[in-house]
């Protein structure tokens, strides 16, 4: 590939992008009622390259005391960058409360489960997990979060760490038995002794003390009902194989939860599905759509999916040096058409991404993923790892467009 070729090739998402917020219709994102604007979303990015921990947090808090809260993307994804992760707030609608933050980052699973029941008890809630690129470090963090002040509300976790996934569909549904909800999975050459899959399960047990919390009756003081649930995970290698399965455990009311992969180490293409169900609830069914994409193509497939009813879930970057992944997308058997847009832009440098986001926000556009497909952001405007220089696009992000003005989904 040309220089003059890969250089168009990143840049234009970002054109494409933009062009779309300019000429979206007027009436289309400001028909509202009077007093009830449509959202108004600013960002910011937190780089987690070659950051403690404690540095995390801090900048985590401060966000949250000016009115941020964590970005997991939405439509049930935990989706996140190797190099940075992102807040929100909607200046149309600013948080009732604010929240607080403990970035916990460890290599051991053992250590992870006592600390993350540490903070459990503290009232602190799962948000995401996300891999610290340290020199020489190679483990696992994950956000924690919890409105300020707010000890009453425990929560109590589990981890998995098997590198089986027979092994790891087992003891998720023993767990999800007792009521503990999928939280997040992460696995990589190295991570926690090297190809483990780690799956982080939680669940709310409500009060502590006499103080009451929603879903628990007075004089209640530990939540005992907790729903059950059953879980799902399989690994296949192409994207028509995926969406076969992953429709026949959709026709028996399994949601999407999370991708991974890939699933052994020289299997690149390997992909790993998490899907869930809770028992007893009202019969569903779901439906869904896996698009195979090579470099920006996923850009051009992305108009017509809102208008099918189709809604985000994720993506997976599989080879980052050509930039192809599976991108996934699920709606509820039978519902109509919802008002979706659709758009993908790229950057590579943390102040660009924030100016490219907040550009979308001003739209209205939610940020549902952020992927690194090279080696993520770079303030000196790096080189390629192929050897050529580029514009655009180590850093790749999906946002979501509400027409209809649906209230944002947390």
């Keep these: 590939m040309t220089c003059k070729a ?6 234009l ?8 917020i300019l000429v979206t219709p007027v009436s289309a994102v400001q028909d509202q009622t009077a007093g009830n604007p449509p959202p108004k979303l600013e960002y910011r990015l937190v780089r987690t390259t070659n950051a403690v921990e404690q540095d995390i947090e801090l900048e985590f808090n401060e966000l949250g005391r000016m009115g941020y809260r964590y970005s997991a993307g939405g439509g049930g994804t935990k989706n996140v960058t190797e190099t940075a992760l992102a807040m929100y707030r909607d200046l149309n609608h600013p948080f009732p409360v604010k929240y607080e933050y403990k970035i916990l980052v460890t290599r051991r699973a053992g250590t992870m489960s006592r600390e993350l029941n540490e903070a459990g008890k503290q009232g602190f809630h799962y948000c995401t997990e996300f891999v610290p690129f340290t020199q020489g470090f190679k483990g696992l963090g994950v956000v924690l979060e919890r409105e300020v002040g707010n000890t009453t509300d425990r929560c109590e976790y589990r981890v998995i760490d098997d590198g089986n996934l027979i092994n790891v569909e087992r003891q998720m549904n023993e767990v999800g038995r007792q009521g503990f909800r999928y939280g997040g999975m992460k696995g990589s050459t190295g991570l926690f002794g090297g190809g483990v899959k780690v799956v982080i399960m939680y669940r709310s047990l409500g009060l502590s003390g006499s103080r009451q919390v929603v879903g628990n009756q007075p004089g209640q003081p530990v939540n005992t009902n907790f729903d059950r649930y059953e879980y799902r995970i399989f690994a296949a290698t192409r994207p028509l194989a995926l969406q076969g399965r992953m429709n026949e455990l959709g026709a028996q009311g399994f949601r999407y939860e999370d991708v991974n992969g890939p699933y052994a180490k020289g299997r690149p293409n390997e992909v790993i599905i998490l899907m869930s169900r809770r028992e007893n609830a009202t019969a569903r069914k779901y439906e869904y759509m896996v698009l195979n994409h090579f ?5 051009d497939e992305l108009g017509p999916i809102g208008s099918q009813g189709y809604d985000y879930l994720g993506k997976l970057i599989l080879h980052s040096d050509d930039i192809h992944g599976v991108a996934f997308f699920g709606r509820e058997t039978g519902t109509t058409v919802r008002g979706l847009n659709f758009m993908m832009m790229s950057a590579n440098t943390v102040p660009q991404m ?18 690194a497909v090279n080696r993520g952001f770079e303030d000196d405007d790096g080189i390629c790892p192929i050897g050529r220089r580029r514009e655009d696009g180590d850093v790749v992000v999906i946002l979501r467009q509400r027409i209809d003005r ?5």
């Design 13 to 20: 998402p970002f054109l494409v992008g933009i062009s779309q």
């Design 295 to 299: 470099n920006f193509l996923l850009r």
């Design 354 to 371: 924030e100016q490219r986001l907040n550009l979308a926000g001003a739209q209205g556009y939610e940020l549902m993923s952020i992927s």
């Design 406 to 410: 649906i209230p944002l989904a947390r």
């Design 6 to 11: 890969l250089v168009s090739l990143f840049f």
